[in-house]
């Protein structure tokens, strides 16, 4: 039997709650859960430390170019590495701000410290590249 006349549904969509908490990673293993600020910094290490284009899990957009800046010029190499981690970093919608970039030269290494501001607060990240 099929209604006949006018129905009149009010239906409201649920907000949607973005959520953060993600698996709790260590050097040595994983065990329990985090959120907030401590599960960004885990993305940023991880998004860091994947090279891009390398692995076919992640898509085009995941992770850093880094292994191209290598045996580049010291000038391009800092400006070109300021330029790809806050391309990737801000691709995170929890992310608010990358800057303050300072570097620092020993030998064949460019160790790179930035600041992020992020919904849950600020942090200083460091990672080192070989030039």
């Known amino acids: 039997m099929i209604p006949r006349g006018k129905i009149d549904v009010d ?3 649920a907000e949607e709650v973005k959520t953060t908490r993600t698996y ?16 960004l910094k885990q993305a940023i290490y991880k998004v860091l430390n994947t090279e891009k284009y390398e692995y076919p899990i992640y898509s085009f957009y995941y992770g850093i170019e880094l292994e191209s800046l290598m045996g580049r010029d010291r000038n391009y190499v800092k ?3 300021k330029r790809r981690i806050r391309e990737c970093l801000l691709r995170d919608e929890r992310i608010t701000e ?5 570097f620092e030269e020993a030998g064949d290494v460019l160790n790179c410290t930035f600041d992020v501001q992020s919904i849950y607060g600020s942090l200083t990240v460091s990672r080192e590249v070989n030039i």
């Open 11 to 13: 239906i409201k969509a």
């Open 24 to 39: 709790k990673m260590s050097q040595t293993n994983v065990q329990g859960f985090t959120d907030g600020l401590e599960a």
């Open 79 to 81: 400006i070109e590495l």
């Open 98 to 102: 990358v800057d303050n970039f300072q």
